[in-house]
């Protein structure tokens, strides 16, 4: 999920317009006072986090509010005030939103091929170049484009969990001795993310409240041939590399090259919201959230004004967790007042 962070703030109003035909009808500045639960969340843990990625947002906007923000984080009631009076909650396009979530997996592994773990994670081959698409996931496969390259950084157990690795584009290995091998996000192929869920419901398998991650896999291991040819059906492939450095307590590297947050981290479209941005979401469902989180990641699903991607942690239960979400709702992008309002005077 690794992606060259596009958030020059001086240049946001007019990619928005572009690609919205316009912002009368699609962007609306709201007051604190409109946000559900805004007074009851956490906005010095929020602010924290904000300070993680604050010195990569560009423009003079941006500049002010950051050199403000270290001292916000005094009280509670300091940070509250901080966005408050600094930003203004702009909503961008139509809602219902569409929240997803996704997490880091903790899953066994091997650096080199034994009869247990024959199943590969790639490094990013040389000759892909950023912008141009490459073979296909099928073509990948068919013609053995990566075997025997010397790109193999490790090897699961489990083919359906290269795949959704693939899809969370970070992980976390544990090796036989008990050491854990980080790795991120390095490139893709350059096709297009598609749902295996939604190809599922187009097949007729499965209705859409049936549709998540536990069910997929557990399908797919039900029904090894047609399940394999199913991941087939998104055509595009993750490639990752070995994250050495990246210490044990730290979440895995978003967008924006540094750490994301459990529960404050989303991943956005950036052509609707600057990476490293605020992001206030009401997200309905079984589990709803009110929470203002910080825009640090990107994904290929991710696209649209009104969709995110929530980071649920890492292991087990944060998968459980992130493959049941699917809900509804709202997400509005708390931008400095100058650009919040110099956004809709060029509207």
């Given at each position: 999920?690794?992606?060259?962070?596009?958030?020059?703030?001086?240049?946001?109003?007019?990619?928005?317009?572009?690609?919205?035909?316009?912002?009368?009808?699609?962007?609306?500045?709201?007051?604190?006072?409109?946000?559900?639960?805004?007074?009851?969340?956490?906005?010095?843990?929020?602010?924290?986090?904000?300070?993680?990625?604050?010195?990569?947002?560009?423009?003079?906007?941006?500049?002010?509010?950051?050199?403000?923000?270290?001292?916000?984080?005094?009280?509670?009631?300091?940070?509250?005030?901080?966005?408050?009076?600094?930003?203004?909650?702009?909503?961008?396009?139509?809602?219902?939103?569409?929240?997803?979530?996704?997490?880091?997996?903790?899953?066994?592994?091997?650096?080199?091929?034994?009869?247990?773990?024959?199943?590969?994670?790639?490094?990013?081959?040389?000759?892909?170049?950023?912008?141009?698409?490459?073979?296909?996931?099928?073509?990948?496969?068919?013609?053995?484009?990566?075997?025997?390259?010397?790109?193999?950084?490790?090897?699961?157990?489990?083919?359906?969990?290269?795949?959704?690795?693939?899809?969370?584009?970070?992980?976390?290995?544990?090796?036989?001795?008990?050491?854990?091998?980080?790795?991120?996000?390095?490139?893709?192929?350059?096709?297009?993310?598609?749902?295996?869920?939604?190809?599922?419901?187009?097949?007729?398998?499965?209705?859409?409240?049936?549709?998540?991650?536990?069910?997929?896999?557990?399908?797919?291991?039900?029904?090894?041939?047609?399940?394999?040819?199913?991941?087939?059906?998104?055509?595009?492939?993750?490639?990752?590399?070995?994250?050495?450095?990246?210490?044990?307590?730290?979440?895995?590297?978003?967008?924006?090259?540094?750490?994301?947050?459990?529960?404050?981290?989303?991943?956005?479209?950036?052509?609707?919201?600057?990476?490293?941005?605020?992001?206030?979401?009401?997200?309905?469902?079984?589990?709803?959230?009110?929470?203002?989180?910080?825009?640090?990641?990107?994904?290929?699903?991710?696209?649209?004004a009104q969709r995110a991607d929530i980071f649920y942690g890492t292991g087990v239960d944060a998968g459980l967790a992130a493959g049941q979400?699917?809900?509804?709702?709202?997400?509005?992008?708390?931008?400095?007042?100058?650009?919040?309002?110099?956004?809709?005077?060029?509207?």
């Amino acid at each position: 999920m690794l992606a060259r962070v596009r958030n020059i703030a001086g240049a946001f109003a007019l990619s928005v317009m572009a690609l919205m035909g316009g912002l009368p009808a699609s962007a609306q500045i709201l007051g604190f006072d409109d946000l559900e639960g805004w007074a009851d969340d956490d906005h010095r843990a929020a602010l924290s986090v904000f300070l993680e990625t604050c010195d990569q947002l560009d423009g003079p906007d941006w500049a002010p509010v950051c050199a403000l923000a270290p001292q916000a984080l005094q009280s509670a009631s300091a940070a509250r005030s901080f966005f408050e009076l600094l930003f203004r909650p702009v909503l961008i396009g139509a809602p219902p939103a569409l929240f997803t979530g996704y997490y880091e997996p903790e899953l066994p592994g091997s650096l080199v091929r034994t009869p247990r773990y024959t199943y590969p994670l790639y490094a990013r081959p040389p000759e892909i170049r950023d912008g141009t698409a490459w073979l296909s996931r099928r073509e990948m496969e068919s013609r053995g484009a990566l075997h025997g390259r010397g790109l193999e950084l490790a090897w699961l157990d489990d083919p359906v969990e290269v795949f959704f690795l693939q899809v969370q584009g970070s992980g976390r290995i544990r090796l036989p001795d008990g050491s854990v091998m980080r790795v991120g996000y390095a490139g893709r192929n350059g096709h297009p993310y598609r749902s295996v869920g939604a190809e599922m419901i187009r097949r007729g398998s499965h209705r859409p409240d049936q549709v998540s991650a536990p069910e997929i896999k557990a399908w797919v291991r039900r029904n090894p041939a047609a399940g394999m040819e199913l991941l087939r059906h998104n055509p595009s492939f993750v490639f990752f590399r070995r994250l050495a450095d990246l210490p044990p307590e730290k979440g895995p590297i978003g967008a924006m090259a540094r750490s994301i947050t459990t529960l404050r981290s989303v991943a956005v479209d950036p052509a609707f919201v600057p990476l490293g941005a605020p992001v206030w979401l009401e997200k309905a469902g079984s589990a709803p959230m009110r929470r203002l989180m910080i825009a640090q990641d990107t994904g290929g699903a991710i696209k649209g004004a009104q969709r995110a991607d929530i980071f649920y942690g890492t292991g087990v239960d944060a998968g459980l967790a992130a493959g049941q979400i699917k809900d509804g709702g709202r997400m509005l992008v708390l931008l400095p007042i100058e650009n919040a309002f110099a956004l809709m005077a060029e509207g």
